[in-house]
Antibody, heavy 118, light 108 residues
Framework: QIQLMQSGAEVKKPGSSVKVSCKAS????????IVWVRQAPGQGLEWMGG????????NSAPDLQRRVTFTADESMTTGYMEVSSLTPEDTAVYYC???????????WGQGTLVTVSS | QSMLTQPPSMSAAPGQKVTISCSGS????????VSWYQQLPGTAPKLLIR???KRPSGVPDRFSGSKSGTLATLTITGLQTGDEAVYYC?????????FGGGTKLTVL
């Protein structure tokens, strides 16, 4: 079973962008969708969207669609999430996960804290 | 406002049984499998139940899932202090993915 390792914490200014990576070890993302979920401080889980690395096809939550991009490298070992036009409301822990059959998020990364502050 | 509704909190004593509900609609739970996730304090969520009632390898059989119509439930028997966590349900809603708001379980 693959394990997921995410890039480190980020501090960003309002209006800037952030790109978070998610690297698989012990295998590739083949057969999975790489999804991204965020959790604001003290809040629940919010699905942001994801990418099927085999096809490069993306799917995003409607309210984030204009500001978020999901990609994966050709080796299908690393996924990326980029969010633009950041506001303080984007401050959250961002998780990547490997989605398998029946929309089950089977494997999770450790999370990346993104803080947006002036 | 989550598409899936869970009770915000529940509590029970060690050894008891607890049932956590997740209410949705015909567009999500009513037509799709349900997953359940356990999030221990300060950690990433972990898949507990997939395809409504299947436990991934390593998940104790004290955890079970079921569904009737647009209501899914997670049952935990023989509660342990280590089960104290926030539990989330999740499913598909057309091409999207949705979570419940989470249920904080306190084991007294």
């Amino acid at each position: 079973q693959i394990q997921l390792m995410q890039s480190g914490a980020e501090v960003k200014k309002p209006g800037s962008s952030v790109k978070v990576s998610c690297k698989a070890s012990g295998g590739t993302f083949s057969g999975y969708t790489i999804v991204w979920v965020r959790q604001a401080p003290g809040q629940g889980l919010e699905w942001m969207g994801g990418v099927i690395p085999t096809f490069g096809s993306e799917n995003s939550a409607p309210d984030l669609q204009r500001r978020v991009t999901f990609t994966a490298d050709e080796s299908m070992t690393t996924g990326y999430m980029e969010v633009s036009s950041l506001t303080p409301e984007d401050t959250a822990v961002y998780y990547c996960a490997a989605e398998g059959l029946a929309a089950a998020f089977e494997i999770w990364g450790q999370g990346t804290l993104v803080t947006v502050s002036s | 406002q989550s598409m899936l509704t869970q009770p915000p909190s529940m509590s029970a004593a060690p050894g008891q049984k607890v049932t956590i509900s997740c209410s949705g609609s015909s567009s999500n739970i009513g037509k799709n499998y349900v997953s359940w996730y356990q999030q221990l304090p300060g950690t990433a969520p972990k898949l507990l139940i997939r395809q409504t009632n299947k436990r991934p390898s390593g998940v104790p059989d004290r955890f079970s899932g079921s569904k009737s119509g647009t209501l899914a439930t997670l049952t935990i028997t023989g509660l342990q202090t280590g089960d104290e966590a926030v539990y989330y349900c999740g499913t598909a809603h057309y091409s999207l993915r949705v979570f419940g708001g989470g249920t904080k379980l306190t084991v007294l």
